[in-house]
């Protein structure tokens, strides 16, 4: 697992009885799409936060490059090169969406004590912001407020967000939550076109999204992986089916 | 010395209760309304106008006293209904734009009422006396009994938080307002319950205190301030948060007015002393908060 | 502002009237030999420095303090105790009252960011309270009752004795106060800031830092302030623990509100209209003006949370007015 470029090692959290996540042990490698999935309640997102840095694991370790990162913040992991979404959308709802975008630029532009030149007219902000919008296809929508833009748009902003820093890896939380088929379609294009350049973990429901997207798939139950492996090998695991109750829709 | 000793520890623990009074309704209502409402001291205040203003009516002042318990009490509820309540779905800033202009508006009102001059309401003679507690230590009867009352009140208040079904609701609405709600409790009926508990025990504090302290206007925000640092020491929506810091705090306050000179002086001139003393006295409460957010920024007993 | 005429809106227009109103305020009071009239706007104008430094932490940092007059009042004793012990230059007193406020603000901003919401402004309140029973604990300058100032300020030539420099000095500073605020905002810094304030959670994802530029933001505001607090302690030509009693945070608070969170000019037309409407109030009502006055702030909590702001939209001002 040496080539792993985020990886926890036995991790846990509890929150008073209950374990939402035991003994966790997963590596996502370079380049790799990883997902997690499993039922509802299997912890999936307090992993995400873990690995974000938005909650402190109970035990265990978090590395990043064989690096350990478990007790370091969460501004300090985005700036490492950690980026992530959030399950239920989390943008700057009274900026526009250059804005956000450029604010995301900024960030990975070293520190922000600089109070005199208006941060909305440095092209080195705008430019590589509005580039990435043309690129995502939001360059139509770079003026407008945020709260303004449709939920899809608005999925696809943390996205943009979350690539803007030029991160190595991207934490996914449920990117395709309350998309419509043709949206969900488009981000899976979208996400399938990102392979390759930076590792990903993605956390998601749509089972058709993660079997055409990921390279390996590990299955969270209560907190445990009960299985890491290709697609394939998940699909053929009958702990795995036990789990999600004979639902076969999931390889469908 | 002694004598002094017990005298000021058994005021100190009288001023923990009398704050203990606002800030256990207060710690309430910002846990499970998660709301400012800076106009609690008026409450306060206008128990004790009430109070000034029954006794003289009725001539009697266990029947004043009561009457005017019931009547903030009531004060309270109406506050409530017509103008706090519209206030639980807005932003802090609202509520505390509004709840100040309600003090202004209050405290002025009280000097038009009854006069900007401070008022003083007479124990009767059989209350004015003083009762030896211990061999040689005389203390005034009044005071010992708004003690006592206080007690009384806080074990009650204890009995209705740990012990009944409401009080349980009112926990898990300090701890997750969003839990209640889901659990189908109506939560109008409990906010006002919740509003209706601590006006009344702001309320009596007011009529209890008024015969010991001047009454005047404005006297509700020196007490209010004080609630404020107990309960972010006790930490937001923890009752017994508050009665710990309450009581600690009306001690070290109180012993700390007696204390500080002296003990300034063993490291200073005693005219230095004489003048750093008081001052660093009247802070101490405030230092020992920021020790508290420095060590637990959520308060000794606040969730995290 | 914009220097370019043509762009203007209805915001623009009035900021501009506001502007030259101010500027002829001396001329008026020269012409009508109304003095009453420049002291009067001179305190206007302290509280609107005051209440811009407010505005940085409130407005765009979304952070509600109770107790920033404690900085005024800071401020204004470390003017007042050099000219008791007899030094009134100005080029000394406003540096001190800067540095003095500001590094007040920075360790009060330390503990107190640590905390959100309705800690946020208790806890302000109750350091406020502290700071203002330090001042009723300074004997030698008077406590409870303050001291008067026997001389006001000389910065070089300008002679803050004579009330109309006094007044254009403290118009100078203001102007430049909204000049300096409007670099701030709108810089990476006050993008930071107001990031935070609409999304703190994501800011932190994002990779900043909340709290350190919170912090920044908060002793800046703290330190400006320190030079309202002077520039009032020569207006007064008196200094008491009155400048920091909690009803004056509240009154800067109402300031802020009145005038429209979120504008750069919005507490200069807040302060205005705080003095006025208190004045004019106790001209018709003696001492019981709060009695109309406070039910006035309970109806702008409840109905014109965006004071004057809303006005200018209404009027047809830019649909995005959040920095002008």
Known sequence: ?252 | MSTLLIENTLHGIQLGLLIFLLAAGLTLVFGIMDMVNLAHGSLYMIGAYFAYTLIGMTGSFILGVFLAFFATLAFGIVLEKFVLSTLYQRDHLDQVLATFGLILFFNKMVQVIWGPAGLSIALPPWLAQKIEILPGVPYPLYRLSITLVSLAVAAGLWYLITQTRTGMLIRAGASNRKMVSALGVDIKWLFTLVFGLGAGLAGLAGVMYAPISTVFSGMGEEVLIQAFVVIVIGGIGSVRGAFIASLGLGLIDTLGRLFLVDLCKLVMSAAAASTVGPALASMLIYLIMAAVLVWRPTGLFGRS | MSLDIRSWGVREIFNFLLITILALVPVYSWMSGNTFIITLVTRALVYAIAAMSLNLIMGYGGLVSFGHAMFLGIGGYAAGIMAFHGNTNGLLQFPLAFFVAGLFAMIIGALSLRTRGVYFIMITLAFAQMVYFAGVGLEAYGADDGMTLSRRSRLGPIDLADRNQLYLFCLAVLLFTVWMMGRIVNSRFGMVLRGAKSNETRMLALGFPVFRYRLAAFTMAGAWCGIAGALMANQAAFVSPAMMHWVQSGDLIVIVVMGGINSLFGPVYGALAFIIVEHQLSVWLKDTWQLVFGPMIVLLALFARNGLDDLFKLMGGRKDGRDG
Do not use: C
């Open chain 1, 1 to 252: 697992m040496a080539d792993a470029l985020l990886e926890t090692k036995s991790l846990f959290k509890r929150f008073g009885g209950l374990v939402a996540t035991d003994n966790l042990t997963i590596a996502i490698r370079p380049g790799e799409i990883h997902a997690l999935i499993g039922p509802n309640g299997a912890g999936k997102s307090t992993a995400v936060a873990q690995l974000s840095g938005q909650l402190a694991p109970t035990a265990g370790h978090i590395l990043f490059e064989g690096r350990d990162i478990t007790r370091m913040r969460m501004p300090t992991r985005a700036r490492l090169g950690i980026a992530r979404s959030f399950q239920i959308t989390s943008v700057l709802k009274d900026f526009t969406t250059l804005d956000n975008v450029a604010l995301s630029v900024q960030a990975h532009q070293g520190h922000s004590f600089r109070f005199w030149k208006n941060a909305r007219k440095d092209p080195t902000l705008r430019d590589p912001a509005s580039l990435l919008l043309n690129e995502l296809g939001l360059g139509p929508r770079a003026d407008v407020i945020t709260a303004e833009l449709s939920h899809g748009e608005q999925r696809q902003l943390e996205i943009a967000m979350a690539l803007a820093g030029d991160p190595r890896v991207l934490l996914l939380d449920e990117p395709m939550a309350g998309m419509g088929p043709e949206e969900s379609t488009q981000m899976v294009t979208f996400l399938k076109n990102l392979k390759g350049s930076r590792a990903m973990l993605l956390v998601e429901h749509d089972m058709d999204a993660v079997f055409a997207l990921a390279d390996r798939i590990t299955v969270l139950v209560y907190g445990r992986a009960i299985a890491t492996g290709t697609p394939e090998e998940i699909r053929a695991n009958a702990e795995v089916r036990d789990a999600y109750l004979g639902a076969d829709d999931m390889v469908a």
